[in-house]
């Protein structure tokens, strides 16, 4: 697979909390250079990105990051703040407690609440699959088709593990069609790249690509 066609399913990321507005600059300028599907940066930055980007390349942001444990009022606040904000895509991370409590039913309600307040924006759902059971894994795919959200997304890329070839395959095997599937953390390289691709990702998190082609002198 060519390096663009990579690159065009790849959310640019740059989520640590010591990023500055020039760490951020140079993301967008890398997402708009590469061809990037989005950038991916922190909410704080989102008006400034936007701004900056002028609709050369999409703004994601993350909402209940990396947790999860906001309340639903909070991230749905945040989602509206960043979309009000300029932010293309909202990535949010499910109420992992609620998850090992059994209540998949509110955390069906919740993602429906984001999504709501997303409007027509892209919604990813976080599910944080290294810290999952299997029957978690696949619940959370039932809940995340049912909840009108446009991805499922393996990871946040601060926990114990991030996107492997297993969790992306079980995702695009028990999720509806309609959902497409973002595998995040971990990706580090071409081959990685192009075995997520192939089994049925459609995003891949990750600021590390961009990097390797930059050294392959693209």
Not at 76 to 89: I, K, L, P, T, Y
Not at 169 to 188: D, N, W
């Amino acid at each position: 697979m060519e390096w663009n066609q990579i690159l065009s399913h790849v959310d640019h990321t740059l989520l640590k909390q010591e990023a500055r507005w020039e760490d951020i600059q140079k993301i967008v300028e890398e997402g708009i250079h590469y061809g990037c599907a989005s950038v991916c940066i922190p909410p704080s930055y989102v008006k400034q990105a936007a701004e900056y980007a002028q609709g050369k390349v999409k703004v994601c942001t993350v909402i209940g990051f990396p947790n999860g444990y906001n309340t639903t009022a909070a991230k749905c606040f945040e989602a509206r703040n960043a979309v009000d904000s300029g932010a293309d895509e909202i990535d949010m991370v499910v109420n992992l407690g609620w998850v090992k409590d059994g209540l998949y039913g509110q955390v069906l309600e919740e993602i429906r609440s984001v999504k709501f307040s997303c409007g027509e924006h892209v919604l990813k759902v976080i599910i944080e699959t290294c810290l999952l059971t299997q029957e978690e894994k696949e619940r959370l795919c039932r809940v995340v088709s049912e909840s009108g959200a446009d991805y499922i997304k393996t990871s946040t890329g601060f926990s114990t593990g991030g996107a492997t070839r297993e969790d992306v395959a079980l995702l695009r095997e028990h999720t509806a069609p309609q959902v497409k599937v973002k595998a995040a953390g971990g990706i580090s390289s071409k081959e990685d790249a192009e075995d997520f691709l192939a089994l049925g990702a459609d995003r891949l998190g990750t600021s590390r690509l961009v990097k390797l082609a930059q050294k392959e002198g693209l």
